[in-house]
T-cell receptor
């Protein structure tokens, strides 16, 4: 079974600085997707960034970028120029790109609470 | 507004009762997913429907059931409720079954007392 591990329960960063959130996963699949979701106090789950395993190039979305290390099964999220609005719980998630009984299921990590200090 | 609508937003009920949570997917999305978020279990996948048919099943209790109707809205039925069922229940939707990311609703907060 696939597992996703976020080893940092809490992280903090000063406004305008850079922070990196860690995520590791375990799978025997070779084709899969990885995601970072943000959950602010409003509870809404918001997709931040996604990465296809077969793409070597790391995904980037504005101030958000990932460091995808397939061999190490590592998928970290870097937030540059942190803003107060980035404060939230961040979840790393995995989805196999195959059918079967797990079909479209996302497996989530435990989450990392990010605090941004002004 | 994500386009995925969940009702009600909050629900308080007693142990042993039955409740129904409703989800309307984004326009054009055929897949609906249900997730449970609790403090001790985190985000757990419950079940997925695609165009009216069950497509994947996760850690869904036998006391829970779901369905997707012809108009593509979905309902999650929770019966014989226990204190431990208190959680945030999310619905998400996507165009296809193997989607490149979902869109989540804002969740239903269920409190069992």
């Amino acid at each position: 079974a696939q597992t996703v591990t976020q080893s940092q329960p809490e992280m903090s960063v000063q406004e305008a600085e850079t922070v990196t959130l860690s995520c590791t996963y375990d799978t025997s699949e070779s084709d899969y997707y990885l995601f970072w979701y943000k959950q602010p106090p409003s509870r809404q789950m918001i997709l931040v960034i996604r990465q296809e395993a077969y793409k070597q190039q790391n995904a980037t979305e504005n101030r958000f970028s990932v460091n995808f290390q397939k061999a190490a099964k590592s998928f970290s999220l870097k937030i540059s120029d942190s803003q107060l609005g980035d404060a939230a719980m961040y979840f790393c998630a995995y989805r196999a790109n195959a059918g079967g009984t797990s079909y479209g299921k996302l497996t989530f990590g435990q989450g990392t609470i990010l605090t941004v200090h002004p | 507004d994500s386009g995925v609508t969940q009702t009600p937003k909050h629900l308080i009920t007693a142990t042993g009762q039955r409740v129904t949570l409703r989800c309307s997917p984004r326009s054009g999305d055929l897949s609906v997913y249900w997730y449970q978020q609790s403090l001790d279990q985190g985000l757990q996948f419950l079940i997925q429907y695609y165009n009216g048919e069950e497509r994947a099943k996760g850690n869904i209790l036998e006391r829970f059931s779901a369905q997707q109707f012809p108009d593509l809205h979905s309902e999650l039925n929770l019966s014989s409720l226990e204190l431990g069922d208190s959680a945030l229940y999310f619905c998400a939707s996507s165009v296809g079954g193997l989607a490149y990311g979902y869109t989540f609703g804002s969740g239903t907060r269920l409190t069992v007392v």
